[in-house]
């Protein structure tokens, strides 16, 4: 039996790391059977009678069942965090099996990492010992096995020795010496209910007979070729921009620049500037209209083109993946996005994610992300040139956004080994393969995730150490990413003093009907995120986004035309 830690805080972490190594090893064979769950939830039981035996340090001495209670709760939130990978998209060529595999590998680092060597080997055996329990072992219980162990550090402990390339981190020299302050998520009540036209006569479902969805996708392809063309213009004039910049303090301060797949802008310190930045939308359209509204954009625009030199300089940044899972994907926010960009070019910068992602086999468009909602919408109907003209679009659409210190990005860094290999300045950014991997990774709780770990899949991790490395080199402070599921709508995922990195997530809403009934996005609180930026300080202010009022049929053409509907059958 394995002997705890007498300190309160260094047993709840030898708990938690076995309660996730126990659960890991039971989910590598595909799921938790109730022998395997028992057999946990025993292992439990009996270290909170151990805890309840021992004399405490404190004058508070808490009983068995109080133990319990809390290592149980421990048990189902890593049970319902890891039920969620289940629901998580992936990538080409790979099973859901390979990332929840390689998930739990790095959810095992996390936790061991923070033990003792000594304690971690003890851990890693009690799981082996699961593994026997059911008097079989899976070739993947062996496997995961294996590797884990392989993970753990003989002597030093991983952050002091396993990564050599990783520089010791010094605090970064700020030349423009920015302030960053975050202020809590906070209500942003609508100053009017307003349905703006612009919006309304874009919410339109397509027809499911052929004649009219012909008519319909010809008309919407020109609108997706429009906007192609507007790129195209945009990334004329500013090609080359990043060729000789290694940060962004090299660019002259003053207008927003495309080249190729990168805006690049300096802020004027002269000036002031406000951004609303959206995360994931998922075909939730409405969450899109309520932020806009919200955040008054239309007005703002307006009254900055009236007095430019009195009033912020406003922009939106849409964080990528806006289709799939919600009901409104191409009709919804991909139309509106793509009405927003060619009314506002200016203004509008409107990120890929890495569900924005179809590639042609032949005739026919197919999409390496699993599950595709968006795609299975246009099942039985002739949609090939339209879904060729999604595709074009998509591998068109800019990857990041650099503004001053800040990088706007869908999901993350790149793999370490692909930084080192193509890394060459700020025009990097452009490059396929370190666009494509700052699409799909996510951040996680070690200092530097291993190279091997990074390789398995697609949708891989890294660690806090290696993001500021990369956060030094280009010389930013702050990194704002959706592509993560965060319940609270935003995360501060890290917030070291030099580098800082924001999950922003804004699909979601317990009743929202934009979401299919059972979808685990409406466990999300969605949220958007105001960027002020002004005299050297920035300030970023979350709101909760009011999906509520645009599911409304008042306020949503599309819950108007459903309403119609309903009442016509
Ligand atoms: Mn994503």
Not at 83 to 92: G, H, K, T
Not at 112 to 141: K, W, Y
Not at 385 to 393: D, P, Q, S
Request: hydrophobic share 40%; with cysteine.
């Amino acid at each position: 039996m394995f002997v705890m830690s007498d300190i309160p805080v260094s047993a709840e972490q030898e708990v938690r790391a076995l309660t996730y190594c126990l659960l890991a090893f039971a989910y590598v064979d595909g799921a938790l059977d109730p022998r395997e769950r028992n057999y946990i939830l025993d292992v439990l039981a009996g270290l909170a009678e151990q805890r309840a035996n021992r004399t405490p340090l404190s004058a508070l001495k808490a009983t068995r069942e109080d133990f319990l209670a809390q290592h149980f709760r421990i048990f189902e939130d890593y049970d319902s965090g890891v039920r969620d990978y289940f629901s998580e998209s992936v990538s080409e060529g790979e099973t859901h099996a390979a990332f929840i595999i390689n998930r739990l590998k790095l959810g095992c680092l996390q936790l061991l990492v923070q033990l003792t060597c000594e304690l971690q080997h003890l851990i890693v055996s009690e799981a082996e010992r699961l593994m026997h329990a059911d008097g079989f072992v899976h070739p993947n219980e062996a496997a995961f096995f294996a590797e884990v162990s392989a993970l753990l550090p003989t002597e030093v402990k991983l952050d002091e020795g396993g990564i050599e390339s990783i520089e010791s981190i010094e605090s970064i020299e700020s030349i423009e010496a920015t302030e960053l302050r975050i202020s809590k998520p906070r209500e942003l009540p609508l100053k009017n209910r307003e349905n703006p036209l612009f919006l309304r006569n874009n919410e339109w479902e397509f027809s499911r007979v052929p004649d009219a969805f012909a008519t319909e996708s010809e008309a919407e392809i020109q609108r997706i070729t429009n906007v192609q063309g507007l790129l195209t213009s945009l990334q004329a004039s500013g090609s080359g921009v990043l060729a000789n910049l290694s940060q962004v303090r090299d660019l002259e301060a003053g207008p927003r620049w495309l080249d190729g797949r990168v805006y690049v802008q300096r802020p004027d310190p002269k000036r002031s500037y406000e951004l609303l930045v959206l995360g994931d939308l998922h075909g939730c359209y409405s969450c899109l209209k309520a932020a806009l509204l919200q955040a008054e954009f239309f007005e703002k625009v307006r009254r900055h083109a009236a007095a430019p030199d009195s009033t912020p300089e406003v922009s939106l940044v849409l964080l990528g993946d806006y289709i799939d899972r919600g009901r409104f994907s191409f009709s919804g926010t991909v139309r509106a996005a793509l009405a927003l960009l060619a009314r506002y070019p200016g203004q509008v910068v409107m990120l890929r994610g890495n569900h924005e992602h179809y590639i042609q086999i032949g005739e026919r468009t197919v999409t390496p992300v699993r599950p595709c909602e968006a795609l299975d919408s246009l099942a039985g109907l002739d949609a090939e040139r339209l879904l060729k003209a999604y595709c074009r679009l998509f591998e068109n659409l800019p990857t990041s956004f650099l503004f001053g210190e800040t990088l706007f990005v869908h999901g993350g860094i790149p793999r370490e080994e692909t930084l080192a290999k193509n890394w060459q300045g700020l025009k990097s950014l452009n490059d396929q393969s370190l666009a494509f991997e700052m699409m799909w990774s996510d951040p996680s709780d070690v200092d530097a995730v291993p190279r091997e770990l990074q390789k398995e899949v697609a949708r891989f991790g890294f660690g806090r150490r290696q993001f500021q490395q990369f956060m030094k080199t280009i010389d930013c402070r702050l990194m704002v990413r959706g592509h993560e599921r965060v319940v609270e709508g935003m995360r501060v995922t890290y917030d070291t003093p030099d580098a800082k990195l924001v999950t922003l997530f804004s699909a979601g809403g317990r009743e929202n009907q934009d979401l299919p009934g059972k979808s685990n996005y409406r466990a999300v609180t969605p949220m958007a995120l105001q960027m002020f930026h002004e005299n050297g300080v920035t300030e970023l202010a979350p709101f909760v986004i009011d999906y509520k009022t645009y599911n409304e049929p008042e306020f949503n053409a599309f819950y108007e035309a459903e309403m119609a509907n309903a009442a016509r059958t």
